[in-house]
């Protein structure tokens, strides 16, 4: 697990996620992901650490992610969950991540527990990303909220959190606190320029102590 989460987590102990899970669930094609190896090899040598990816992308463009780490990312729902380990292990990937949706009252954060406790036996990293009330609920999306999800998401036994920024860095740094494991904050919302997104980034790395984006 050490090992694994040193693949993750580099020497700085930060990580810089590139999300391509995007085509296990989109309805349109859009450019970054129909040119998905040339979109991974240009990225490697620009600093991404890793790349979170669905399990026939990893297969298909495992030479493109070359160096960096291979999240893969699951769909937690039986029967995808038994075999969601081996299935990641097969392929070579570094780390598992599922959704969770704290508040709702669904099953995700028992098919977390569930997903953490076999990765577990295996040393391989589990990654909940964590979203309050569904992504949907965007009254649910507060810090308090946002804080609280964090917490019942590293209590499944996740090495590490993705979830949103709070949107200014002390309310970031407490949900950083109460997590007790590394965050990383979740892309979000389009921003109105590039200026915009690098303050976030920022803000939650440098200010609130965030392990990184994804």
Do not use: W
């Not at 995007?22 to 991974?40: I, K, S, W």
């Not at 499944?156 to 606190?177: H, L, Q």
């Amino acid at each position: 697990m050490k090992r694994k989460m040193h693949r993750l987590l580099r020497e700085d102990g930060r990580i810089l996620i590139v999300a391509m899970d995007h085509t296990a669930f989109m309805d349109e094609p859009v450019p970054g992901l129909v040119h998905y190896g040339d979109t991974c090899r240009a990225v490697v040598p620009a600093g991404a650490d890793a790349f979170l990816a669905p399990i026939g992308s990893i297969i298909a463009y495992g030479d493109a992610i070359g160096s960096a780490a291979a999240i893969a990312s699951f769909d937690t729902t039986p029967p995808f969950l038994e075999v969601a380990v081996e299935r990641a292990l097969a392929v070579g990937a570094d780390a598992v991540k599922s959704m969770l949706y704290p508040f709702t009252g669904d099953d995700s954060i028992r098919q977390a527990a569930r997903l953490a406790a076999d990765a577990a036996k295996f040393g391989l990293p589990y990654i909940a990303e964590s979203v309050p009330g569904g992504f949907a609920a965007a009254d649910m999306h507060t810090p308090g909220k946002i804080a609280a999800g964090a917490r019942i998401s590293a209590e499944t036994g996740a090495d590490v959190i993705k979830t949103f920024y709070t949107g200014d860095p002390e309310s970031m740094r407490a949900v950083v606190e109460y997590a007790m494991v590394p965050v990383v904050i979740l892309g979000g919302a389009k921003k109105g320029n590039v200026r915009d997104l690098f303050q976030d980034v920022y803000d939650a790395v440098i200010l609130a102590g965030c392990s990184g984006v994804a």
